[in-house]
Protein backbone atom coordinates (compact mmCIF):
# COMPACT_ATOMS: atom_id res chain seq x y z
CA UNK A 1 0.00 0.00 0.00
CA UNK A 2 1.19 3.59 -1.01
CA UNK A 3 2.15 5.67 2.22
CA UNK A 4 0.62 8.88 2.76
CA UNK A 5 2.32 11.51 0.73
CA UNK A 6 2.93 14.89 2.43
CA UNK A 7 2.37 18.23 0.46
CA UNK A 8 2.07 21.87 1.98
CA UNK A 9 1.10 25.04 0.61
CA UNK A 10 2.43 27.86 1.45
CA UNK A 11 0.42 31.87 1.45
CA UNK A 12 2.38 34.39 0.77
CA UNK A 13 1.61 38.73 0.86
CA UNK A 14 3.93 39.25 -2.02
CA UNK A 15 4.58 42.54 -3.28
CA UNK A 16 6.50 44.42 -6.22
CA UNK A 17 10.18 43.42 -5.10
CA UNK A 18 11.20 39.91 -6.91
CA UNK A 19 14.16 39.63 -4.80
CA UNK A 20 12.23 40.13 -1.65
CA UNK A 21 9.54 37.77 -2.83
CA UNK A 22 12.00 35.17 -3.76
CA UNK A 23 13.72 35.24 -0.48
CA UNK A 24 10.28 34.67 1.17
CA UNK A 25 10.25 31.88 -1.11
CA UNK A 26 13.15 30.17 0.29
CA UNK A 27 12.21 30.84 3.15
CA UNK A 28 9.02 29.10 3.32
CA UNK A 29 10.13 26.26 1.31
CA UNK A 30 12.91 25.48 3.84
CA UNK A 31 10.49 25.65 6.34
CA UNK A 32 7.65 23.24 4.96
CA UNK A 33 10.45 20.94 3.96
CA UNK A 34 11.90 20.87 7.76
CA UNK A 35 8.76 20.06 8.74
CA UNK A 36 8.30 17.18 6.45
CA UNK A 37 6.74 18.21 3.25
CA UNK A 38 7.46 16.33 -0.16
CA UNK A 39 5.67 18.68 -2.12
CA UNK A 40 5.45 22.43 -1.74
CA UNK A 41 3.10 24.48 -3.58
CA UNK A 42 3.48 28.82 -4.08
CA UNK A 43 0.48 30.69 -4.91
CA UNK A 44 -0.11 32.80 -7.68
CA UNK A 45 1.96 35.63 -8.35
CA UNK A 46 4.40 34.10 -6.10
CA UNK A 47 7.56 36.14 -7.27
CA UNK A 48 5.71 39.57 -8.02
CA UNK A 49 2.60 41.74 -7.90
CA UNK A 50 2.98 45.04 -9.00
CA UNK A 51 2.58 46.95 -12.48
CA UNK A 52 2.15 45.49 -15.49
CA UNK A 53 4.53 47.13 -17.28
CA UNK A 54 7.19 45.69 -14.68
CA UNK A 55 5.77 42.03 -15.25
CA UNK A 56 6.02 42.13 -18.68
CA UNK A 57 9.82 43.57 -18.04
CA UNK A 58 10.73 40.34 -15.76
CA UNK A 59 8.80 37.62 -17.98
CA UNK A 60 11.37 34.48 -18.22
CA UNK A 61 12.19 32.49 -21.17
CA UNK A 62 11.53 29.15 -19.65
CA UNK A 63 12.58 26.35 -22.29
CA UNK A 64 16.12 27.49 -20.77
CA UNK A 65 15.33 27.10 -17.41
CA UNK A 66 17.64 30.00 -16.60
CA UNK A 67 16.07 33.28 -15.25
CA UNK A 68 16.11 34.58 -11.90
CA UNK A 69 12.80 33.97 -10.78
CA UNK A 70 12.58 29.90 -12.01
CA UNK A 71 16.13 29.53 -10.80
CA UNK A 72 15.56 30.01 -7.48
CA UNK A 73 13.05 27.76 -7.75
CA UNK A 74 14.80 25.05 -9.05
CA UNK A 75 17.58 26.02 -6.26
CA UNK A 76 14.91 25.61 -3.18
CA UNK A 77 13.79 22.04 -5.15
CA UNK A 78 17.33 20.87 -5.22
CA UNK A 79 18.70 22.61 -1.78
CA UNK A 80 15.65 20.75 -0.14
CA UNK A 81 14.88 17.87 -1.83
CA UNK A 82 11.41 18.75 -2.97
CA UNK A 83 9.02 19.29 -5.81
CA UNK A 84 7.82 22.37 -5.62
CA UNK A 85 4.51 24.03 -7.59
CA UNK A 86 5.82 27.69 -8.75
CA UNK A 87 1.95 28.83 -8.89
CA UNK A 88 2.18 31.32 -11.55
CA UNK A 89 5.00 33.79 -12.77
CA UNK A 90 5.38 35.74 -16.48
CA UNK A 91 6.59 33.64 -19.21
CA UNK A 92 7.56 35.41 -22.08
CA UNK A 93 5.02 34.82 -25.21
CA UNK A 94 5.13 35.61 -28.58
CA UNK A 95 3.30 38.80 -27.78
CA UNK A 96 5.97 41.03 -25.70
CA UNK A 97 2.87 43.05 -24.17
CA UNK A 98 1.09 39.61 -23.13
CA UNK A 99 2.93 37.31 -21.46
CA UNK A 100 1.61 33.98 -20.33
CA UNK A 101 0.68 33.40 -16.12
CA UNK A 102 2.70 30.00 -15.91
CA UNK A 103 2.68 27.55 -13.14
CA UNK A 104 6.11 25.56 -13.21
CA UNK A 105 6.19 21.79 -11.63
CA UNK A 106 9.77 21.40 -10.56
CA UNK A 107 12.02 17.99 -9.45
CA UNK A 108 13.58 17.41 -6.02
CA UNK A 109 16.84 17.45 -8.80
CA UNK A 110 15.96 20.88 -10.18
CA UNK A 111 15.12 20.00 -13.63
CA UNK A 112 11.44 21.60 -14.89
CA UNK A 113 9.13 18.51 -15.22
CA UNK A 114 6.17 20.24 -16.53
CA UNK A 115 4.38 23.97 -17.23
CA UNK A 116 0.87 25.35 -17.26
CA UNK A 117 -0.41 28.30 -18.91
CA UNK A 118 -3.24 30.14 -17.62
CA UNK A 119 -6.42 29.56 -19.63
CA UNK A 120 -9.29 31.49 -18.19
CA UNK A 121 -7.92 35.15 -17.48
CA UNK A 122 -9.79 37.02 -14.99
CA UNK A 123 -11.73 39.97 -16.49
CA UNK A 124 -14.14 41.75 -13.86
CA UNK A 125 -15.67 44.57 -13.01
CA UNK A 126 -16.96 44.03 -9.35
CA UNK A 127 -19.17 46.07 -7.01
CA UNK A 128 -16.74 47.06 -4.57
CA UNK A 129 -15.03 48.82 -7.17
CA UNK A 130 -12.26 46.44 -7.95
CA UNK A 131 -11.65 46.25 -11.63
CA UNK A 132 -9.13 43.69 -13.20
CA UNK A 133 -8.09 42.91 -16.96
CA UNK A 134 -5.56 40.21 -16.93
CA UNK A 135 -6.24 39.84 -20.69
CA UNK A 136 -5.01 43.45 -21.86
CA UNK A 137 -1.50 42.29 -20.10
CA UNK A 138 -1.58 38.69 -20.28
CA UNK A 139 -1.32 35.62 -23.04
CA UNK A 140 -4.04 33.16 -23.35
CA UNK A 141 -3.16 29.30 -22.90
CA UNK A 142 -3.73 27.06 -25.06
CA UNK A 143 -7.49 25.05 -23.69
CA UNK A 144 -5.95 21.65 -25.31
CA UNK A 145 -2.70 21.88 -23.72
CA UNK A 146 -3.98 22.69 -20.03
CA UNK A 147 -6.84 19.64 -20.04
CA UNK A 148 -3.89 17.39 -20.28
CA UNK A 149 -0.91 18.93 -18.26
CA UNK A 150 -0.54 15.73 -15.90
CA UNK A 151 2.81 14.86 -14.12
CA UNK A 152 3.73 12.08 -12.02
CA UNK A 153 4.81 13.68 -8.66
CA UNK A 154 5.93 10.53 -6.08
CA UNK A 155 3.11 8.20 -6.01
CA UNK A 156 0.45 10.35 -8.46
CA UNK A 157 -0.46 12.09 -11.30
CA UNK A 158 -0.81 15.60 -10.67
CA UNK A 159 -2.58 18.29 -13.09
CA UNK A 160 -2.12 22.54 -12.74
CA UNK A 161 -4.52 25.27 -13.01
CA UNK A 162 -4.59 28.59 -11.69
CA UNK A 163 -6.44 30.70 -9.80
CA UNK A 164 -9.87 31.71 -12.00
CA UNK A 165 -9.73 28.39 -13.16
CA UNK A 166 -11.41 27.23 -10.80
CA UNK A 167 -15.15 28.51 -11.36
CA UNK A 168 -14.45 26.50 -14.96
CA UNK A 169 -15.17 22.82 -13.89
CA UNK A 170 -15.08 20.89 -16.79
CA UNK A 171 -11.36 21.83 -16.48
CA UNK A 172 -10.97 19.65 -13.53
CA UNK A 173 -12.99 17.04 -15.03
CA UNK A 174 -11.05 16.85 -17.89
CA UNK A 175 -8.06 16.28 -15.75
CA UNK A 176 -9.63 13.88 -13.30
CA UNK A 177 -10.49 11.82 -16.64
CA UNK A 178 -6.92 11.58 -17.95
CA UNK A 179 -6.21 10.10 -14.46
CA UNK A 180 -5.22 13.30 -12.00
CA UNK A 181 -5.44 12.48 -8.17
CA UNK A 182 -3.89 15.76 -7.42
CA UNK A 183 -5.00 19.24 -8.45
CA UNK A 184 -2.99 22.50 -7.77
CA UNK A 185 -5.28 25.94 -7.46
CA UNK A 186 -2.70 28.77 -6.95
CA UNK A 187 -4.01 31.91 -6.67
CA UNK A 188 -4.44 35.97 -5.70
CA UNK A 189 -8.57 35.49 -4.76
CA UNK A 190 -9.96 38.80 -4.32
CA UNK A 191 -11.29 39.65 -1.08
CA UNK A 192 -14.75 40.29 -2.61
CA UNK A 193 -14.77 37.11 -4.36
CA UNK A 194 -12.96 34.85 -1.87
CA UNK A 195 -14.84 35.37 1.36
CA UNK A 196 -17.91 34.11 -0.52
CA UNK A 197 -16.44 31.66 -2.69
CA UNK A 198 -12.69 30.50 -2.59
CA UNK A 199 -14.05 27.45 -0.12
CA UNK A 200 -17.33 26.58 -1.82
CA UNK A 201 -15.66 26.01 -5.33
CA UNK A 202 -12.30 24.15 -3.62
CA UNK A 203 -14.66 21.88 -2.10
CA UNK A 204 -17.06 21.56 -4.69
CA UNK A 205 -13.91 20.74 -7.21
CA UNK A 206 -12.44 17.91 -4.77
CA UNK A 207 -16.12 16.01 -4.38
CA UNK A 208 -17.28 16.34 -8.19
CA UNK A 209 -13.96 15.05 -9.20
CA UNK A 210 -12.85 13.52 -6.28
CA UNK A 211 -9.02 14.06 -5.78
CA UNK A 212 -6.95 16.19 -3.67
CA UNK A 213 -7.03 20.13 -3.90
CA UNK A 214 -4.09 22.33 -3.10
CA UNK A 215 -4.83 25.49 -2.82
CA UNK A 216 -1.92 28.20 -2.02
CA UNK A 217 -3.16 31.91 -1.84
CA UNK A 218 -2.19 35.52 -1.90
CA UNK A 219 -3.43 37.33 1.47
CA UNK A 220 -3.47 41.05 2.36
CA UNK A 221 -2.46 43.73 0.87
CA UNK A 222 -0.46 44.57 -2.15
CA UNK A 223 0.69 47.47 -4.74
CA UNK A 224 -1.83 48.68 -7.12
CA UNK A 225 -4.59 49.06 -4.10
CA UNK A 226 -4.88 44.55 -4.49
CA UNK A 227 -6.46 43.18 -1.75
CA UNK A 228 -6.10 39.41 -1.35
CA UNK A 229 -8.10 36.99 0.99
CA UNK A 230 -5.62 33.73 1.74
CA UNK A 231 -7.32 31.25 3.26
CA UNK A 232 -4.15 28.61 1.41
CA UNK A 233 -6.01 25.02 2.21
CA UNK A 234 -5.25 21.69 1.13
CA UNK A 235 -9.07 19.54 0.64
CA UNK A 236 -9.17 15.93 0.38
CA UNK A 237 -11.64 13.49 -2.46
CA UNK A 238 -14.55 13.78 -0.14
CA UNK A 239 -14.28 17.73 0.10
CA UNK A 240 -13.07 17.93 3.47
CA UNK A 241 -10.19 20.79 4.91
CA UNK A 242 -7.37 18.52 5.89
CA UNK A 243 -5.31 21.93 6.25
CA UNK A 244 -5.58 25.62 6.48
CA UNK A 245 -3.06 28.40 6.78
CA UNK A 246 -4.42 31.10 9.11
CA UNK A 247 -4.01 34.97 8.55
CA UNK A 248 -0.53 36.24 6.96
CA UNK A 249 2.23 34.50 5.87
CA UNK A 250 3.14 30.84 6.55
CA UNK A 251 2.38 27.34 5.33
CA UNK A 252 0.06 23.93 6.15
CA UNK A 253 1.01 20.72 5.74
CA UNK A 254 -1.25 17.65 5.21
CA UNK A 255 -0.42 13.84 4.30
CA UNK A 256 -2.19 12.80 1.47
CA UNK A 257 -3.86 9.31 1.56
CA UNK A 258 -4.50 7.73 -1.61
CA UNK A 259 -5.64 4.60 -0.49
CA UNK A 260 -8.38 6.78 1.52
CA UNK A 261 -8.90 8.24 -2.39
CA UNK A 262 -9.18 4.41 -3.77
CA UNK A 263 -12.05 4.00 -1.00
CA UNK A 264 -13.75 7.05 -2.08
CA UNK A 265 -13.91 6.00 -5.48
CA UNK A 266 -15.04 2.77 -5.11
CA UNK A 267 -17.92 3.74 -2.81
CA UNK A 268 -19.02 6.41 -4.91
CA UNK A 269 -18.15 5.98 -8.44
CA UNK A 270 -19.82 8.73 -9.84
CA UNK A 271 -16.63 9.08 -12.35
CA UNK A 272 -17.54 6.20 -13.65
CA UNK A 273 -21.48 6.76 -13.60
CA UNK A 274 -20.62 9.79 -16.02
CA UNK A 275 -23.44 10.10 -18.73
CA UNK A 276 -22.46 12.60 -21.74
Known amino acids: MTAPFPVAVVQLSSQDDVEGNLARVAHWVAEAARAGAKLVALPENFAFMGEEADKRRIAEELSDAAGP ?22 ERSDDPDRPYNTS ?4 PTGEVLSTYRKIHLFDVDLADGTKLEESRATGRGAPEVGRRALTSVGPALLGMTICYDLRFPELYRALALAGARIITVPAAFTLTTGKDHWHVLLRARAIEDQVFILAPAQTGKHPRGRQTYGKSLIADPWGDVLAQCGEGEGFTVARLDFAAQDRVRAALPCLAHRRM
Open 69 to 90: IVSAVRLAARTHGVFIVAGGMP
Open 104 to 107: VLVA
